[in-house]
């Protein structure tokens, strides 16, 4: 069986850095294309972000722009620079790609066009706010037989990291999770019920450290950023990105169940809130997969081998 063909639409920062890292040398998948989209930071940097890290990890593929602002923009720009600095990558700063060009179509157009091309067999690990996948959903209504599955980083059953009841992905544009959510395409949710319920350790950056990889070594710098955020009582090195990753191409690690869920496009408390009908109470058809459980240990020494593959592979090339 070939490589699974993904796409990777994401707000980087730093933890869509780490997952991007061991993504790229995950021997199940093969990236074809990296697009960004507003979330943790502007657009201007989460784009910059990942030409940056493409090039300086040694990967030639596909770098696009997507959406600067969610589907319905209500005036409030929340961003999480007070997490991922203000680049979106810490205090690392990557050296900058001479290949300033990216991808000639926006986020949306390139999405459609892969999935035109892989015929039905495209993924895509959406770590970010979700409006590049909801344009493309309503500019082409077909993408819902063409994407074979969408494993994303996004919600929470019960709690919330930008309010009590929502977690940033969507709370940034619920508009697009809801259209997501209703889509028909096969979804897997990763919420902080799980990602939260575990974080890197130093351990894991003296692992990577040692590794010596440019890819090893960018995220021991990464995971050490968020030790000192830690320690100055900012958020544990939560991997949240990188556990959707894992739901992919290391399911054993996760308990997952089939609810139905959708979004609260509005409310004054309650905006951005992925509802889950764990009782089956409403009669609705299951339409997500969602992360219930996560063995933390096992995920954790995962990831540190998935980036510590980069020594196999250091120029490992997608097409
Ligand atoms: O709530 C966590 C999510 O928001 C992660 O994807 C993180 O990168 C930020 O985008
Ligand atoms: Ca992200």
């Not at 707000?11 to 990236?31: H, K, M, R």
């Not at 009841?165 to 949710?189: K, R």
């Not at 997952?256 to 009908?277: I, K, L, P, Q």
Request: net charge negative.
């Amino acid at each position: 069986m070939g490589k699974r063909p993904f796409i990777i639409d994401c707000d980087t920062g730093t933890d869509d850095a780490i997952a991007i890292a061991a993504a790229l040398y995950c021997n199940e998948v093969e990236i074809k294309a990296i697009t960004s989209v507003n979330g943790n930071v502007k657009h201007e940097f989460t784009s910059r972000n990942n030409l940056d890290l493409i090039e300086y990890l040694g990967f030639d593929i596909p770098v696009a722009r997507g959406a600067e602002l969610p589907i319905r923009y209500n005036g409030y720009h929340e961003d999480a620079s007070d997490t991922h600095g203000v680049s979106g990558l810490g205090t690392i700063k990557l050296p900058r790609a001479s290949r300033s060009s990216f991808d000639r179509r926006m986020a949306p157009e390139l999405i459609y066009e892969a999935a035109l091309e892989e015929k039905g067999e495209l993924e895509l690990l959406v770590i970010g706010p979700m409006t590049n996948i909801a344009i493309c959903l309503l500019e082409h209504p077909d993408l819902v037989k063409l994407v074979k599955h969408i494993w994303f980083m996004g919600g929470a059953v019960i709690g919330g990291n930008v309010t009590t009841t929502a977690e940033f992905n969507i709370w940034v544009d619920p508009d697009a999770a809801h259209i997501v959510m209703q889509s028909g395409i096969p979804l897997t949710m990763v919420g902080l019920d799980v990602t939260t319920a575990v974080a890197m350790k130093e351990e894991h950056s003296l692992e990577l450290r040692a590794c010596g990889t440019k890819a090893a070594l960018l995220c021991a710098d990464l995971l050490d950023y968020m030790f000192i955020r830690r320690d100055a009582g900012g958020e544990d090195a939560i991997m949240h990105d990188a556990m959707a990753l894992a739901s992919a191409v290391y399911p054993q690690c996760l308990e997952c169940h089939d609810y139905f869920v959708d979004v609260e496009c509005s409310g004054e408390y309650t905006r951005g809130h992925t509802m889950a009908d764990l009782g089956g109470r409403m009669g609705r058809k299951p339409n997500v997969s969602v992360a219930m459980k996560v063995d933390g240990p096992a995920f954790c020494r995962w990831l540190t081998d998935a980036i510590m593959r980069s020594k196999d592979n250091e120029n490992k090339k997608c097409s």
